[in-house]
């Protein structure tokens, strides 16, 4: 058994759950995250779907299209990392993979994020570009991206190395 399966027995074994339960209560935690992000992502989505039918998008320059292109591009990623544990659960139920499942899910959830602040920032970007004047809109999409960064990432990892935490990302919550 490697150090890392050791590890994570016992820690299983302290909080008095067997393997399989903490892996059952890990994967709902991260699907109880992915119920409160879903529906910001897919209200981002329906959003950005509908954007170039309005009156107003023929008004918008070649650089707008291209910042509008790309964050739709950033949140159907997101949308599809996000979506992907659930699916990834369904295809493999009763396989014996949860781990897998979990493990590889918290990773793709990760890099959904990555991707969801993207767009949140571009959207930002796109629409104060549209309204206001370039000062407006880079300090804007700067505060967007420094609270989004400082929130989402760097203060949680942050703690993580300050706790000392392990840093395999196995999905455990605290």
């Known amino acids: 058994m490697s150090s890392a399966t050791e590890t994570k027995t016992a820690q299983g074994a302290e909080s008095g759950e067997s393997e399989k339960e903490r892996l059952d209560r890990n994967f709902q935690e991260l699907l109880q995250g992915l119920r409160v992000a879903l529906p910001g992502v897919q209200v981002l989505f329906a959003f950005l779907l509908i954007l170039p039918f309005q009156q107003g998008y023929v008004d918008t320059s070649a650089l707008q299209e291209k910042i509008y292109f790309a964050t739709l591009l950033c949140t159907a990623i997101a949308s599809a990392c996000l979506i992907a544990p659930p699916v990834r659960h369904r295809l493999l139920f009763r396989q014996g993979v949860k781990d897998w499942i979990l493990f590889n899910s918290n990773r793709v959830v ?4 990555v991707f969801l602040a993207i767009a949140i920032t571009g959207v930002i970007l796109l629409i104060g570009d549209f309204i206001y004047n ?41």
């Open 110 to 113: 990760t890099v959904g994020f």
């Open 134 to 174: 370039n000062t407006v809109t880079a300090i804007a999409t700067g505060a967007i991206v420094v609270a989004l960064a400082w929130l989402w990432f760097v203060s949680p990892l942050l703690e993580r190395r300050r706790e000392g935490a392990d840093t395999s990302g196995d999905g455990e919550s605290s």
